[in-house]
């Protein structure tokens, strides 16, 4: 069964609201990741977060990560309709190989 | 080039006919990902490579699909004897690093089976 698994499936906000993201996963990690998916095109990367970093920052974006409880989540403040899209996180183990595992992801709607 | 080409970005094929995509990597990017994605839910993974070599292939379905990577080509994904729920549309990711790095996609091959 895939690796990372989000919550909420889908969350729709208003524009200029928060949103955050969970994902939980179940091995140990060597990072996560977090990506965007709008409708009908590939995974764009957002994020990166190790396995020894606790929060990390970018732009409007702000990850946090807890390897005692196998989650992270991902906040988008001041959203924006732009941001509608899918979410998903996606995990590369620390135990080797050469895949990177994903989650089913959260659909966001902003609406404006 | 700058980014990963998938080529087709459609294919419908008949029950039981074969397929074959392709994905060219950035250039410089050792690490080949394809994915599977059904109904735009979570990406299974099928199989990686690092130059020509398999490294992880405990995705792929062995008995119809198959992968390379030849030098001085595109990466290919072939299926043989195409099933319904074979229908997805199928990424390719690049990256320059092991899986401790950034994944760059394409924008996917969707495969049709009738």
């Known amino acids: 069964s895939q690796q990372g698994e989000e919550d909420p499936q889908a969350l729709s906000i208003q524009e200029g609201e928060n949103a955050t993201m969970n994902c939980s996963y179940k091995t140990s990690i060597n990072n996560l990741q977090w990506y965007r998916q709008n409708s009908g095109r590939g995974l764009v990367h957002l994020i990166l977060?190790?396995?020894?970093?606790r929060e990390k920052h970018s732009g409007r974006l702000r990850v946090t990560l807890d390897t005692s409880k196998k989650s992270s989540s991902l906040l988008i403040t001041a959203s924006r309709a732009a941001d509608t899209a899918s979410y998903f996180c996606?995990?590369?183990?620390?135990?080797?190989?050469?895949?990177?595992?994903f989650g089913a992801g959260t659909r966001l709607f902003v609406k404006a | 080039g700058e980014e990963v080409a998938q080529t087709p970005k459609h294919l419908v094929r008949g029950e039981g006919q074969k397929a074959k995509l392709y994905c060219a990597p950035i250039k410089g990017h050792s690490y080949v990902f394809w994915y599977q994605q059904v109904l735009k839910n979570e990406f299974k993974f099928l199989i990686s490579f690092q130059n020509e070599n398999v490294f992880d292939e405990t995705g792929m379905p062995k008995e119809r699909f198959s992968a390379k990577c030849l030098p001085n080509s595109p990466c290919s994904l072939e299926i043989q004897a195409t099933k319904l729920e074979d229908s997805a549309v199928y990424f390719c990711?690049?990256?320059?690093?092991?899986?401790?790095?950034?994944?760059?996609f394409g924008e996917g091959s969707r495969l049709t089976v009738l």
């Open positions: 977060i190790r396995s020894n970093e």
């Open positions: 990711a690049s990256s320059q690093r092991t899986n401790a790095g950034e994944l760059f």
């Open positions: 996606a995990t590369a183990g620390s135990s080797g190989g050469f895949k990177t595992i």
